[in-house]
């Protein structure tokens, strides 16, 4: 038996009074995955524990089969491990995002324009982090390069308890009532400041300004954590399991895990990521030994951020089209079992532009015992079958325990 996960990040949504009161999913074209919820068993799921916030790192976490609440020590570490970052017990670890800023005068007048400096590259990135570590680093502190916006800040010998706001959370809005609280929070605002002055006018933000692109105004820290530890994946399960993701978040937890981590060309984490290529990176590991594949893909929760409805329908069209048709017909057609579950980790709504705790609809797909799940696959659908999860670790029992 071969096991599949199929996770669209944020896919999950609201009705839209301009979809006619559908949402994303009911709106978009999905033959293949609604042709796999007629022979599945569908229903909803809740990912997001109680007390915690709506997050990909929990939400991920419980999809994959983990208990947050046994495991869960905060976002930034699961992102460490992935980029390299070798923690130490006494470490805390903060998510650095590289955001666009309004131009106000005073940093606390300014507002959020951009939580990803739009979709910086790695390079540019990269450039730009270096140049911040001249600054930064010294005894107490260590700043590292991640993916496009996504870095790293290591405290050593730091303290947690802080208040800090996911970037993505507050997109438009003032950010003074935004900043870092708690016992490091003036030594953090201080360094975002310090970042203002020092990026805004370096060369890859005057390059960026003329190009008409959003420029990395500044850092914003989020996501405190301490060094985690997972149980092994093949020990919990008994199988030999593959991530495939271009976020380094996944990457991370699958690292932690004990999971192979499979890199494919092309993949950018938005919706002009190489869907194909992870589809087939998928099938080559499941032919090669590996018993379990997680496949995730961030797009349509990118768009959700962005408010960017159009690709957010493109990005369940191409999951549907270009990952899950072609898996389940390839896993058919080479008469091994199977069972494929694809789900949300959380929706992202395109009304709120943030993620949030809603219960996701998932489809458990079994090549063995196909039976009758419902007539699509979307929310209200999902709803109407009556099957309720009430925690997300055991979508993982479900798929394997049946």
């Known amino acids: 038996m071969k096991y599949i996960v199929i996770l669209g990040d944020g896919m999950a949504d609201y009705p839209l009074p301009q979809l006619k009161g559908k949402t994303p999913l009911q709106a978009a074209d999905k033959p293949h995955i609604d042709a796999l919820a007629r022979r599945a068993e569908v229903g909803l799921c809740k990912t997001i524990p109680d007390g915690y916030a709506p997050g990909s790192d929990v939400a991920n976490l419980s999809v994959l089969g983990y208990d947050p609440a046994r495991c869960y020590t905060g976002r930034s570490p699961l992102e460490a491990v992935s980029i390299g970052v070798g923690l130490q017990e006494t470490d805390v ?8 800023l309004s131009g106000e005068e005073r940093y606390e007048d300014k507002r959020m324009l951009d939580y990803s400096a739009g979709e910086i590259s790695s390079a540019e990135a990269k450039e730009l982090i270096g140049f911040l570590k001249k600054y930064f680093d010294c005894e ?37 009532g935004y900043l870092p609280q708690g016992p490091a929070g003036a030594l953090y605002l201080s360094l975002m400041k310090r970042s203002h002055e020092l990026l805004r006018g370096h060369p890859v933000n005057s390059a960026r300004r003329a190009a008409g692109k959003n420029t990395a105004d500044s850092v914003w820290f989020w996501g405190e954590g301490t060094k985690p530890a997972l149980e092994n994946f093949q020990r919990k399960f008994g199988l030999r399991g593959c991530v495939i993701s271009a976020v380094d978040l996944v990457k991370g937890i699958g690292i932690l895990a004990g999971m192979r981590i499979i890199e494919v060309e092309g993949a950018t984490g938005n919706y002009d990521t190489n869907f194909a290529g992870k589809a087939q990176a998928a099938l080559a590991a499941l032919r090669g030994g590996a018993d379990f594949v997680y496949i995730h893909m961030e797009a349509p929760d990118e768009c959700g951020h962005q408010g960017d409805l159009a690709h957010k329908i493109y990005s369940i069209e191409q999951i549907d089209k270009q990952v899950v048709g072609p898996i389940a017909e390839s896993l058919s057609a080479g008469g091994e079992p199977f069972k494929l579950l694809l789900c949300p980790d959380h929706p992202t709504p395109i009304a709120v532009r943030t993620h949030v705790s809603d219960p996701v609809p998932f489809l458990l797909y079994d090549s063995e015992k196909p039976g009758r ?30």
Request: with cysteine.
């Open 373 to 402: 799940g419902a007539h699509r696959y979307d929310e209200e659908a999902a709803a109407g079958t009556g099957v309720f999860l009430p925690q997300g670790y055991m979508l993982m029992q479900k798929m394997l325990q049946g």
């Open 93 to 100: 670890t903060l998510r650095c995002n590289l955001v666009t």
């Open 140 to 176: 107490d502190r260590t700043l590292y390069a991640g993916v496009s916006y996504r870095h790293c800040l290591v405290m050593h010998g730091g303290k947690t308890g802080h208040k800090l706001t996911p970037p993505h959370d507050i997109t438009g809005k003032p950010i003074a």
